[in-house]
């Protein structure tokens, strides 16, 4: 009888901890077990990534009503900006295969010299180790090659701290990521790749954060939002520190661990200063480049891009650390004050683009190659005009009249006579009418052209 009682109180507990609502938590915090997540083939993992996005808006309006209660706040247009670029980077996965696991697959398939099975703990656990060794590397490099840099400096890019600068990825990362993991792919399955690549990823959302300060003895080997603050740091101790992904041994066994000491000062050591979110994206390479084209020799051309972002002729690979400003907390953080009109006005529409996006991400299979394309081009124009709005570009709200009444012209061929498809689009409908109303008045107003300047 107390063995059946046992059971049953087991049963009920795992059946709890299997819940969705508690299994988006344990993904995120990386306390799944190796039964729970382990598949045969790849098409069976699941998108992870895409499953707890639910959590990730919990998360980040619970972390914005605390930061409220204790009197600091998260600024939207850098919020905003940090979303954006991780709604950017994915943009490419509605269109095509991601590129890490295509490598892979094709390394396992043509190149693999041993067989571990999938569904061992022991190859779940190897994969574990591997992953996230094969982060830490990529993330070294990133930070140590000046064209790898390129791309990952967009993550380093905001000067908050919060839950939603981790979603601030690059858009080119994973292109020179994917070649780290490869050494694994003679050996892990792709499938049990497929699930600790997505694992380590999602780790790392909840230690962007300020409110948790340290979590005792746990900091000697995980990485925690104490260490990666560190890494955020642009003061000179901070500089080249803690690549850790899920693990900080592997900074204690490579020289690059570095304990949180004075206050942290986030952002880049050079702020680029914008909610811009191309020129977020893609400014450092246009440096880089203009940088090869200007310096002598074909060797430091070459070398522009191979050393680490401080090199200059006669220098260590790395820079110098006196070239770093040495600057110290409290430090002015870049700000462009907006209208509160205009603020719910980019909250709104850039809350209808990452819907946008949600669904063309679950319904893409249904549709050609085309309106997808079409689409993904739109969300991307609705995000990157909601930046162009933060800046306050002269030409801002000329694209967004534009925007707004190509949605209504759209809108109207395929939906104005159908009315399924005019119950789902009526709010959105109402917002893009209201919006070119808008649009329209104020160019009209005989004192000001529109009401921004650049
Ligand atoms: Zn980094
Ligand atoms: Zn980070």
Known sequence: MAANQTSAVMDAVTGVLQSPAIMGFRILFYTVLPSESSFKTPEEVPKYVNQVVPFFVVLVITEMIILKLQGKSVRPPDAMSSVS???????????SRNIEVAAYLWVYENWKIAVLPWDSSLTWFLAFLGV???????????????FMWASHQVHHSSEDYNLTTALRQSLLQRYSSWIFYLPMALFIPPSVFMVHIQFNLLYQFWIHTELVS?????EYILNTPSHHRV??????????KNYAGVLIIWDRMFGTFEPEGEEVVYGLVHPINTWDIMYVQFCHWKYIIQKA???????????????????????????MIEDIPDIHAPQEKYTKSLPVFLTIYTMTHWSLALLGHMNLDEYKHGLSALPVLLLTLYILWTITN????HEQKWYAPHLELLRCALYLVVDTYFCGGQAVCSDVLYIPRCIFLFSV??????????????????
């Open 437 to 454: 109303s808008m649009w329209l008045v104020s160019f009209l107003k005989p004192t000001s052209k529109s009401g921004h300047v650049d």
């Open 132 to 146: 996230d060794l094969g982060y830490y590397w990529v993330h070294r490099f990133a930070h140590e090659v000046n």
């Open 85 to 95: 670029a991780g709604l950017f980077s994915q943009l490419p996965l509605i269109l």
């Open 231 to 240: 890494h955020h740091g642009r003061n000179r101790y901070c500089i080249d």
């Open 214 to 218: 340290n979590i005792g003895p746990l």
């Open 386 to 389: 909601m930046g162009f709005l």
């Open 293 to 319: 084209y200007s310096i002598e020799g074909l060797s430091n051309k070459i070398s522009v891009f191979l050393q680490g972002p401080g090199w200059e002729p006669g220098k260590p690979r790395l820079g």
